[in-house]
């Protein structure tokens, strides 16, 4: 079980979500009485997904009591995210949110000064302080990773699209190649009716030397990227293959690639967008 605490503006909510994105089930903003029944909880093994919360300056009459019921607390960690007053100051005026302690219309640095004391008791407790001031979310990413002592990476989740250029560009794409190059199966009268998914049309392209190199060199491509992806723990990549229509050479060249990619050890799902158009 995690804790998640720290300063506004620290960045406790992408804290929370990259939790979310590695299998927690994180609370936010819980109100204070019913903290020790998610703790007792928490510690009891009744949940099937590991557990996060936020806790922090909106439950400001239980921070005390939580602080000492947590020294209590076994198999748990508390992680405290950490800025200085002017990279606080900054990503407030970036972002134009009020702060949560300016009930008053004190001003963005008072409030600052105010939580850090609402806070002190958990800062003097954490099993982790992370210090955010040089760190996008990316590098957050990173830390909490890290922390959670993922020992490999998770490989993307990939997807092939294959689609026609005259239909539109799809919207989720990552990585888009052309492949209008390629001789169009279209115009060939016993072929026009018929699909990449049928034979006779992988035979023809396929029997073409530029998509041979095509598939050749992307494949490559295709396995020096992936790992780099996984690394930077991207979780989803969409490559698009695209020609004229989206029913003949993109279709032949996403199988291909599928294919290709699976004998090397990469899973990928497959959609044909325009196949039926």
């Known amino acids: 079980m995690i804790a998640l605490s720290g300063l506004s503006g620290a960045g406790k909510s992408t804290a929370a979500k990259i939790l979310e994105d590695q299998g927690?089930?994180?609370v936010d903003n819980l109100p204070?009485?019913?903290l020790s029944k998610l703790i007792e909880l928490g510690g009891g093994g009744q949940q099937k997904r590991p557990l996060a919360f936020v806790i922090d300056s909106r439950n400001a009459e239980g921070l005390e009591a939580f602080a000492a019921d947590w020294k209590l607390i076994r198999n748990a960690q508390l992680w405290f995210l950490e800025a200085t007053d002017p990279t606080l100051l900054k990503r407030?005026?970036?972002?134009r949110r009020p702060h949560p302690m300016d009930t008053q219309g004190e001003g963005v640095l008072p409030s600052i000064e105010k939580e850090r004391y609402l806070l002190a008791?958990?800062?003097r407790?954490?099993?982790k302080i992370i210090e955010t001031d040089d760190l996008s979310p990316h590098d957050l990413r990173?830390?909490?990773i890290q922390l959670l002592g993922a020992k490999k990476p998770i490989m993307p989740k990939v997807r092939l699209l294959s689609f026609g250029f005259k239909h539109g560009l799809p919207s989720e794409l990552d990585l888009c190649f052309d492949v209008r190059f390629i001789q169009n199966p279209y115009f060939v009268e016993s072929l026009k009716a018929l699909t990449g998914l049928d034979k006779a049309v992988k035979d023809f392209?396929?029997?073409t030397p530029s998509a041979n190199i095509f598939l050749r060199k992307t494949v490559d491509l295709l396995k020096f990227l992936l790992p780099c992806y996984m690394q930077e723990h991207k979780s989803y990549l969409t490559i698009a293959i695209g020609c004229t229509g989206g029913r003949h050479r993109s279709v032949v060249l996403v199988q291909e690639i599928a294919q290709k990619l699976e004998r090397a050890g990469f899973q990928a799902?497959?959609?044909h967008r325009d196949l039926k158009v």
Do not use: C, G, K
Not at 92 to 95: G, L, V
């Open 24 to 26: 927690y089930f994180v």
């Open 32 to 34: 204070a009485e019913l």
């Open 92 to 95: 407030f005026q970036e972002t």
């Open 121 to 123: 008791p958990l800062h």
């Open 125 to 127: 407790i954490a099993d």
């Open 142 to 144: 990173t830390e909490i």
């Open 205 to 207: 392209v396929l029997e």
């Open 269 to 271: 799902q497959i959609t």
